[in-house]
């Protein structure tokens, strides 16, 4: 009985409708004009999108731990932070989603203006809006998808986010490599000033006392005085010898009495005197180099500067061995961005789906256009006593004196009735025909 019911309203419900076929293609087909028009007059939407590879991980290793850890239900996500190998991509996503990122590019490409904004806050949801960043579960493939009227700036916007990212992972990499660099690099700088200073005192030093190398001085100059010493005991042997011979008028024994002279002063600036012992004393100008006195105590000063010289040398050059290899350590663990595609600039457009809109257009006036006319055959077949559609004419009734006495408040020269304007337009005619 209930099947035989529902079928006998559906044919009488297809019978209305064939019946009113005229109204609900009228409707519908206006319905379509509509939506046509509102496809065309709806502003174009540009997409553009890149894709970012998964970056690598710290080292093979704990690579594969991860990927262990991840094809395991047990151990999951929580194991792969015990590990310490927890994907960056998703640290990738959130410096992409990061209020730094988005300054940068409201900057980069004036968006407050291009968007209407007054304040950078809308300007961030705006952007956010038109930005879709995800990361495939699988391939850990990060893409980047940028929705923007002009084809051209949604493409730049695209590798902007690129560019910003590679930015930032640079300035905020935190590793070991990093704060060792940044620590090597500090020493350095107050290491190569320990080493200007000790090389400036050593020169200084070397040049006041004429110390060019105190070792290889000392034996050249014990050399150069034993010498002097054995040509000074042949001269006086060879005088003596002479004096038995000549008189000391003699021409011979007065050239052999002035070598010895020459000699002996040789010898005796060799060896310096008492005077040049005594402290804060510098060779003059007239010496070439310090006598044998003065070069231990030289010795001692020159010992001490040569070897502070030499130590800071030493740190240097391994402190700046270790330099290098933090810079190469520190690349290494800057996680890398690799694109996989970069963002194009889009030839079609991504919205309005102008085919879709006049579907849903035509499709919502024809069904509006056939509920009408359903509900008006049921309106009109309920019956006058029928408690709802007396409340629904009572509600009409008030509803619409409500809206003419709000009318006529509004507009006080329509205080008149029908009736009354009809009764004032039929005296005044008859006034104008007795006149």
Same mark, same amino acid.
């Given at each position: 009985m209930r099947?035989?019911?529902?079928?006998?309203?559906?044919?009488?419900?297809?019978?209305?409708?064939?019946?009113?076929?005229?109204?609900?293609?009228?409707?519908?087909?206006?319905?379509?004009?509509?939506?046509?028009?509102?496809?065309?007059?709806l502003p174009k939407r540009y997409q553009s999108t890149t894709e970012i590879m998964p970056p690598d991980m710290q080292s093979s290793g704990m690579g594969m731990l991860a990927s262990m850890a991840r094809s395991t239900s047990v151990l999951g996500t929580s194991a792969l932070d015990l590990l310490g190998t927890t994907d960056s991509g998703s640290t990738f996503i959130s410096i992409l989603q990061s209020r730094t990122v988005q300054d940068g590019l409201i900057d980069r490409f004036d968006l407050m203006r291009v968007?209407?904004?007054?304040?950078?806050?809308?300007?961030?949801?705006?952007?956010?809006?038109?930005?879709?960043?995800?990361?495939?579960?699988?391939?850990?493939?990060?893409?980047?998808?940028?929705?923007?009227?002009?084809?051209?700036?949604?493409?730049?916007?695209?590798?902007?986010?690129?560019?910003?990212?590679?930015?930032l992972s640079a300035e905020l990499n935190t590793s070991a490599a990093h704060r060792e660099r940044v620590f090597i690099e500090d020493r350095l700088k107050s290491v190569k000033q320990d080493l200007d200073q000790a090389s400036k005192e050593f020169s200084e030093f070397s040049s006041k006392n004429t110390a060019i190398d105190i070792k290889e001085q000392g034996r050249a100059m014990v050399d150069a005085?034993?010498?002097?010493?054995?040509?000074?005991?042949?001269?006086?042997?060879?005088?003596?010898?002479?004096?038995?011979?000549?008189?000391?008028?003699?021409?011979?024994?007065? %050239?052999?009495?002035?070598?010895?002279?020459?000699?002996? @002063?040789? +010898?005796?600036? =060799? /060896?310096?005197?008492? !005077?040049? #012992?005594?402290?804060?004393?510098? %060779?003059?100008?007239?010496?070439?180099?310090?006598?044998? @006195?003065? +070069?231990?105590? =030289? /010795?001692?000063?020159? !010992?001490? #500067?040569?070897?502070?010289?030499?130590?800071?040398?030493?740190?240097?050059?391994?402190?700046?061995?270790?330099?290098?290899?933090?810079?190469?350590?520190? !690349?290494?663990?800057?996680?890398?961005?690799?694109?996989?595609?970069?963002?194009?600039?889009?030839?079609?457009?991504?919205?309005?789906?102008?085919?879709?809109?006049?579907?849903?257009?035509f499709l919502l006036a024809g069904s509006f256009a056939c509920g009408w006319v359903i509900f008006k055959e049921r309106w009109r077949n309920l019956d006058e006593v029928n408690p709802w559609k007396q409340f629904a004419l009572e509600f009409a009734t008030n509803v619409r004196n409500d809206g003419r006495s709000l009318w006529r408040r509004v507009h006080p020269a329509s205080r008149l009735t029908a009736d009354e304007i009809d009764w004032h337009g039929s005296s005044n005619g008859r006034n104008g025909n007795n006149s």
């Open positions: 099947d035989s019911a529902s079928g006998e309203t559906l044919i009488t419900h297809l019978r209305l409708l064939w019946a009113a076929r005229v109204l609900v293609s009228k409707v519908a087909l206006l319905g379509l004009f509509v939506s046509v028009l509102m496809a065309f007059i968007y209407g904004y007054r304040y950078r806050q809308d300007a961030r949801k705006k952007l956010a809006e038109r930005t879709s960043i995800g990361e495939d579960r699988k391939s850990r493939v990060i893409s980047v998808t940028v929705t923007d009227r002009d084809p051209t700036r949604a493409a730049a916007l695209a590798r902007a986010y690129i560019d910003e990212l590679n930015r005085a034993a010498t002097l010493q054995g040509q000074l005991i042949a001269a006086q042997a060879e005088l003596q010898g002479l004096e038995q011979i000549y008189s000391s008028g003699n021409v011979r024994v007065r %050239s052999v009495k002035a070598r010895i002279e020459e000699l002996k @002063r040789q +010898l005796d600036k =060799l /060896g310096g005197s008492d !005077a040049s #012992l005594q402290p804060n004393t510098a %060779s003059t100008s007239s010496e070439l180099y310090p006598s044998i @006195r003065k +070069l231990p105590l =030289l /010795g001692v000063q020159y !010992a001490d #500067l040569y070897q502070k010289t030499k130590i800071q040398e030493t740190v240097y050059e391994l402190l700046t061995q270790q330099y290098e290899m933090a810079k190469v350590q520190e !690349a290494r663990d800057i996680p890398s961005v690799k694109v996989l595609d970069e963002a194009e600039v889009p030839e079609k457009r991504s919205f309005p789906p102008r085919l879709l809109i006049s579907l849903l257009g």
